[in-house]
T-cell receptor, first 114, second 115 residues
Framework: QQQVKQSPQSLIVQKGGISIINCAYENTAFDYFPWYQQFPGKGPALLIAIRPDVSEKKEGRFTISFNKSAKQFSLHIMDSQPGDSATYFCAASIGNFGNEKLTFGTGTRLTIIP | SAVISQKPSRDICQRGTSLTIQCQVDSQVTMMFWYRQQPGQSLTLIATANQGSEATYESGFVIDKFPISRPNLTFSTLTVSNMSPEDSSIYLC????????????FGEGSRLTVL
């Protein structure tokens, strides 16, 4: 069964702190792992993505850590800001140019407090 | 990148009626998808909209309930038929861009409330 399990469901972090959201998957055929950010009333927007040939990818304050053997990946937001308050979804798919059907995690509502 | 326009952005519908959602993209795209996001929930793929042929539906979704059209490479419609309160959701159009990144873009969604 193609599932992506995401935790925590909600997260409150102080401004300037590190926000960490975790995802685990079952299907070892997954080879594309994006994170989406969704603000209220908006569609999800791609934040950062990783393929399993690397263990980490960093873009600005956002980092994906990937552990292939454990079938887990996580999003780290450094120096979290109130503008980062949103719902974050991890996802996985098989082949970015083949089967583009993303399987989404259940989402994490992140709140950054001053 | 791709700019996706969805109409309507929201609607309140009566049980038993049908509503058609339109998705317009500002450029030609190969792949278009329709997702459902129930309140406070994750996104679930309904179907892949195929240009010039019948849509490909995911398990649990059928053409009679969610007919989809895609007459060209920039436009698609999703109809939610014979609606019930359980169909109250956000329906999202998404497109896959070509090129090296192949990023999946989403529209802002159509929020349907069925009374």
């Amino acid at each position: 069964q193609q599932q992506v399990k995401q935790s925590p469901q909600s997260l409150i972090v102080q401004k300037g702190g590190i926000s960490i959201i975790n995802c685990a998957y079952e299907n070892t055929a997954f080879d594309y792992f994006p994170w989406y950010q969704q603000f209220p009333g908006k569609g999800p927007a791609l934040l950062i993505a990783i393929r399993p040939d690397v263990s980490e990818k960093k873009e600005g304050r956002f980092t994906i850590s990937f552990n292939k053997s454990a079938k887990q990946f996580s999003l780290h937001i450094m120096d979290s800001q109130p503008g980062d308050s949103a719902t974050y979804f991890c996802a996985a798919s098989i082949g970015n140019f083949g089967n583009e059907k993303l399987t989404f995690g259940t989402g994490t509502r992140l709140t950054i407090i001053p | 990148s791709a700019v996706i326009s969805q109409k309507p952005s929201r609607d309140i519908c009566q049980r038993g009626t049908s509503l058609t959602i339109q998705c317009q993209v500002d450029s030609q795209v190969t792949m278009m998808f329709w997702y459902r996001q129930q309140p406070g929930q994750s996104l679930t793929l309904i179907a892949t909209a195929n240009q010039g042929s019948e849509a490909t539906y995911e398990s649990g979704f059928v053409i009679d309930k969610f007919p989809i059209s895609r007459p060209n490479l920039t436009f698609s419609t999703l109809t939610v038929s014979n609606m019930s309160p359980e169909d109250s959701s956000i329906y999202l159009c998404s497109v896959l861009t070509s090129g090296n990144t192949g990023e999946l873009f989403f529209g802002e969604g159509s929020r349907l409330t069925v009374l």
